[in-house]
């Protein structure tokens, strides 16, 4: 079976954001423009939105 990478890369950066408490600039999530990311149990989560004004 063939696992994409797309999964991986995606768990590996969120990681490293939550680890880091690294705002993350994504373009497929609706909001502002950064969010703050945390570990939640197996998955992530959302904890802030950044500080940067909607345009």
Do not use: C
């Not at 880091?20 to 945390?38: K, R």
């Amino acid at each position: 079976m063939v696992v994409p990478q797309e999964g991986t890369t995606r768990r590996e950066l969120l990681g490293w954001a939550a680890d880091n408490t690294a705002l993350v600039l994504p373009a497929h999530f609706s909001g502002q423009t950064a969010l703050e990311i945390v570990r939640a149990g197996g998955a992530f989560a959302i904890k802030n939105w950044g500080p940067f004004p909607a345009y």
